[in-house]
Nanobody
Framework: VQLQASGGGLVQAGDSLRLSCAAS????????MAWFRQAPGKEREFVAS????????KYGDSVKGRFTISRDNAENMVYLRMDSLKPEDTAIYYC??????????WGQGTQVTVFS
């Protein structure tokens, strides 16, 4: 299984970014997907998850109303649209497969840096 995250960058507070995660080596439609992030010196934080069909979506409290997770099962892709970015959103963002309550596969991460 390979998960390739991309789309990170250096942006100003208030800007938007869309992260992408390309999945391969698995039957993508059978897996829920999730995004996590980790800032320097901090623990890994749950950002969002989406079910196999996209019908069930959850967000971490710190991103609710600003971030949107979506998926394209035909393209084996999951996305994270991030609006109204804040400096505290600065972190490495990781995509992961979700299987029940576990996250068995992880991508390499993409850096998001938000300056004020």
């Amino acid at each position: 299984v390979q998960l390739q995250a991309s789309g990170g960058g250096l942006v100003q507070a208030g800007d938007s970014l869309r992260l992408s995660c390309a999945a391969s080596g698995l039957t993508f439609r059978n897996y829920g997907m999730a995004w996590f992030r980790q800032a320097p010196g901090k623990e890994r934080e749950f950002v969002a998850s989406i079910s196999t069909s996209g019908n069930t979506i959850k967000y971490g409290d710190s991103v609710k109303g600003r971030f949107t997770i979506s998926r394209d099962n035909a393209e084996n892709m999951v996305y994270l649209r991030m609006d109204s970015l804040k400096p505290e959103d600065t972190a490495i963002y990781y995509c992961a497969t979700k299987w029940g309550s576990t996250y068995p596969n992880w991508g390499q991460g993409t850096q998001v840096t938000v300056f004020s």
